[in-house]
């Protein structure tokens, strides 16, 4: 690629307010040496120049990527890992385990809980999340005193550590196919379509109101407007619909009557060969096909998992325009299966990736789960090139989050990774090649809006952290105490504290 090609929209008004220099930087896909990157006031890429020299004041950098997004999560599953290997068993068996961590959070734990496991996510690389978030009330059902403070607790951990965060608010009202709410679930539900969709829309406000109390820098990424537009605040709102199985298709389609247009959709899809099995029976079609017959198979529309699917099921959603958001390692660690990745590319489903229950952390081992998965299903290598596992972590897990393109051009947020080229892992790798031999051990600075957010496994304050203004050094300044293995020890000892205590209450 050309740096004319590059620069192209890099006389964008107003002075750059910092300056980054790589190395070798991978733009839109190209390995290209010396690049040059200008940020503007609004967290975004004003001039990409390659093959340039650092000038005084740039912030130095070695091999970059773009910013990679984590497009499925569900940040309170993190509170499982290591503890539900021991016992085989399924997924259906492992959902009795999450039920019980979800009783035992409320807004303080949900807060310490996600706070933790964002700051993971950034310093393993992921510059943003796409948070599927059902947890909604209290045990039992009935809500908090607060209006929204799940959700407004898991906006402020994202705005405290500096992650970008897009909240899938869920729609969750049956416990399968005709059936109620189980108690353990009566958390999750709103009701109906339409209450959702009151709170879902009142949630948008409260959103945008506590951005312009919490943030005091006064960047135009801040501003009440761009809140309610959706565009380039930290903080964002989108929607998701559980799943089939939870959401009866008058619910689906009501849902879709009350959103924007604009706003990003997800929802888990046969993800289960049983929610297959308990569809065909309900309404004679595939989950897929449930979605294509309502109408909701569209282009806003990305589908998680999407492991068991038809022939038939996969031109569908290729031809949809749908988008696919693949868990590698979920998927492995649940036993779920391996799906049709590449089959569904090849259709014509863009693919993103994101790391679900969070028992693994690593957006490069996601990338390299995707290709694995294919490997070992096929029997032949190279079926994703390191190219294509790039765009599914970074631009194409941006676009399905509705943040945009992600590729280092002009335009692009400014999120970076810097990843060392020369560790014990990726010493020799072309860097192209990088997203098969690098992990999260291997990201180094890790950069949003402009901002240097995490170095080295540490999340970094004051003037280059959250809330601040990009370091103009090499040693920005450090915060041992938020260090995401201490968040993740606090975190995990209130909320084990509680489940102790309310074991030895039901004793």
């Not at 020799?428 to 080295?456: K, W």
Request: proline share 6%; aromatic share 4%; charged share 20%.
């Amino acid at each position: 690629m050309s740096a004319r090609g590059v620069e192209a929209g890099a006389g964008q008004s107003g002075t750059p307010v910092a300056a980054y220099w790589c190395e070798l930087a991978l733009v839109d896909g190209a390995a290209l040496p010396g690049v040059r990157l200008e940020v503007g006031t609004d967290g975004r890429l004003q001039a990409v120049t390659p093959r340039s020299e650092p000038r005084p004041g740039d912030v130095r950098l070695g091999t970059v990527l773009p910013g990679l997004a984590n497009a499925h999560s569900h940040a309170f599953h993190r509170a499982l890992r290591g503890r539900t290997h021991d016992a085989g068993g399924d997924f259906w068996q492992w959902r009795e385990a999450m039920y019980q961590v979800a009783a035992g959070l409320d807004p303080k734990r949900y807060f310490l809980l996600a706070r933790a496991v964002f700051a993971e996510m950034l310093a393993s690389g992921f510059t943003a999340v796409g948070e599927f978030h059902y947890l909604h009330h209290r045990p039992g059902g009935s809500r908090y005193p607060a209006e929204h403070a799940m959700e407004l607790a898991l906006a402020a951990a994202a705005r405290e550590v500096g992650i970008r965060l897009v909240l899938l608010d869920t729609l969750y009202l049956d416990g399968g196919i005709g059936m109620p709410l189980t108690p353990a679930q009566r958390a999750f539900g709103d009701g109906s379509a339409a209450a959702w969709l009151a709170r879902w829309h009142s949630l948008r406000a409260a959103l945008g109101r506590a951005a312009t109390a919490d943030d005091g820098d006064g960047s135009p990424a801040d501003s009440q407007a761009d809140i309610q537009a959706g565009t380039d605040a930290r903080v964002t709102l989108g929607a998701a619909i559980h799943s089939v199985r939870a959401v009866s298709p008058t619910a689906i389609r009501e849902a879709l009557a009350g959103l924007p247009d604009a706003v990003p959709l997800h929802i888990h899809l046969s993800e289960q060969p049983q929610e297959n099995a308990d569809c065909r029976a309900a309404y004679g079609r595939t989950p897929t096909e449930v979605l294509a017959w309502i109408g909701a198979l569209a282009p806003r529309l990305s589908v998680v998992h999407a492991t068991h699917l038809t022939d038939e099921d996969v031109a569908l959603i290729g031809t949809s325009g749908a988008s696919v958001v693949i868990c590698p390692t979920t998927e492995a660690d649940l036993g779920d299966g391996i799906g049709p990745a590449l089959a569904l590319q090849r259709a014509g489903a863009r693919i993103a990736l994101g790391s679900d229950q969070n028992a693994v952390i690593d957006p490069l081992l996601e990338m390299r789960g995707l290709e694995a998965g294919e490997r070992l299903a096929s029997g032949r290598r190279g079926r994703f090139t390191p190219a294509e596992l790039l765009v599914a972590a970074s631009d194409h897990g941006y676009a399905v989050l509705g943040l945009g393109r992600q590729r280092l051009i002009p335009g692009d947020l400014c999120d970076l990774v810097e990843v060392a080229s020369d560790s014990i892992r990726t010493a020799g790798s072309l860097p192209e090649q990088l997203p098969l031999t690098a992990t999260a051990a291997d990201v180094r600075r890790v950069i949003v809006g402009g901002r240097v957010v995490a170095d080295s496994g540490v999340l970094v304050g004051g003037a280059g952290g959250p809330g601040g203004r990009p370091s103009s050094t090499l040693q920005p300044e450090l915060q041992p105490e938020l260090r995401p293995e201490l968040l993740l020890r606090d975190a995990l000892a209130a909320l084990d504290g509680t489940a102790a205590l309310a074991s030895g209450e039901r004793s």
